[in-house]
């Protein structure tokens, strides 16, 4: 029951929306989700595979321990016991010819543990050392003009350091290489990750599909919540009045009047967002997006499955994957290839992308019977938004938009949580907002 006849209808149903709408829930209004699509979870969701019989990811998204905010949404959600709660970081890393190396770390504290880690791995020592001094220079803020690329070079972790630490690391927070990639926005997340217990930087690993873990349980939960929930309904129009939205205009053509005292939260991405702007185009309409392509492979019942080096393996050099992962439990003959901002994936057909995903196989694992690996492509064109150099000057605070209509409010992201694209980002956003939401 709501105290009051106040509505807020919250724009999208994903990681942002959901736990905006259950923080308005909580303040007893009446809250309304509209997701455009027919589920729940956003960009974490998962679609039926006939070939394969289970849903598949549109992208393996891994957690680690700090992500409080995501923590607490699943918890809502009744899903947080569904994930392998790793202690500390463990990464594997492999070459094409089988070579490979292990960085672990002990449960000391990561500061502690990290550079023991380092100094323990299997490269000349001259190596090591200056990938150590890395370390110690992410304590120390980057101009906002420097690339992690420029911060890599002004650093001297050429070769070993970049392919081995921080390549593999940039690519799985930021999505893009470090020539692409702020390297304060890379450093600030690292230093979150890694400055406190073992735990905080460890992964979190799913044990099941995204869409059994947020898409699924959320539609339960909202109702249970008082919150009522429309898939299917697309956002197609703002009608401003008067310095406010005065009605949403859905896809169907059916328009739903807002009252002087109701609230419009756009957990919507940048570019949605943007399609609806009433008049010039707004600063965040210029951010850039990027892709994740996975491909899922599956060897033959009768084949010796892969070695299993463990549940993420970096593959150093990869080209066109970077990531081999492993969903905890899974049959070891079951692994997804991750590919993140590699744009040669661009045009190119869904048996093409199979075929590379297989020559990679060979020559990263030569001597496994793959002859016969079934390989299945996911494509997410807009997985993230760059944080790239200048983003942090168009990523606006969450809440309400500087300049925009009067009881518009916003969350996401791509908005500024001092994090780059990111589930803990979304999480966040919608924490920042309801700080701030009247």
């Not at 930021?174 to 890694?194: K, Q, S, Y």
Request: with cysteine; net charge positive; hydrophobic share 45%.
């Amino acid at each position: 029951m709501t105290a009051n006849g106040r509505r807020v209808f919250v724009l999208g149903g994903g990681v942002a929306g959901l736990a905006a709408a259950f923080g308005l829930a909580r303040r007893s209004l009446a809250v309304h989700v509209l997701e455009s699509r027919g589920w729940l979870g956003g960009r974490a969701f998962s679609s039926p595979d006939k070939e394969r019989g289970e849903a598949l990811d549109n992208g393996p998204h891994v957690m680690l321990g700090c992500y409080r905010a995501m923590r607490d949404l699943l918890r809502e959600l009744g899903t947080e016991g569904e994930f392998q709660q790793d202690r500390s970081l463990t990464l594997a890393y492999r070459t094409a010819g089988a070579v490979t190396m292990r960085l672990s770390l002990s449960r000391l504290p990561v500061p502690l543990a990290m550079p023991w880690a380092l100094l323990r791995l299997p490269v000349p020592f001259a190596d090591r050392m200056r990938a150590f001094r890395g370390m110690l220079a992410t304590l120390r803020r980057a101009p906002a003009e420097w690339t992690l690329g420029d911060w890599l070079r002004r650093r001297g972790q050429a070769g070993m350091p970049d392919e081995m630490l921080w390549r593999p690391l940039c690519r799985a927070i930021m999505n893009v290489e470090p020539e692409e990639a702020a390297a304060e926005d890379f450093l600030c997340t690292l230093r979150e990750a890694f400055a406190g217990s073992a735990a905080k930087g460890a992964f979190w690993l799913p044990r099941r599909p995204w869409r059994e873990l947020v898409g699924d349980p959320a539609l339960p939960a909202l109702q249970r919540a008082g919150v009522t929930v429309r898939t299917g309904a697309r956002v197609a129009a703002f009608e401003p009045r008067d310095g406010r939205i005065a009605a949403l205009v859905l896809g169907d053509g059916e328009r739903i009047e807002l009252g002087r005292d109701d609230a419009v939260v756009s957990a919507l991405p940048w570019f949605a967002l943007a399609a609806l702007w009433p008049g010039a185009a707004p600063p965040f309409a210029t951010l850039r997006s990027s892709p994740i392509v996975t491909a899922y492979c599956e060897q033959s019942p009768t084949a010796r499955p892969l070695p299993d080096d463990g549940p993420v393996v970096a593959l150093v050099g990869g080209d066109p994957f970077h990531f081999l992962i492993r969903r905890p439990g899974d049959d070891r003959r079951r692994f997804a290839l991750l590919a993140g901002g590699n744009r040669s994936f661009d045009g190119q057909t869904v048996a093409t992308i199979a075929q590379r995903a297989r020559r990679q196989l060979e020559l990263w694992w030569p001597g496994v019977d793959l002859g016969d690996v079934s390989v299945r492509v996911r494509k997410e064109q807009h997985a993230t938004f760059i944080a790239g150099c200048g983003s942090g000057a168009v990523r606006p605070a969450p809440g309400r938009l500087s300049g925009g209509p009067g009881n518009l409010w916003v969350c996401g992201d791509w908005t500024a949580t001092g994090l780059p694209a990111t589930l803990e980002g979304a999480a966040r956003s919608a924490a920042a907002m309801l700080a701030a939401f009247t």
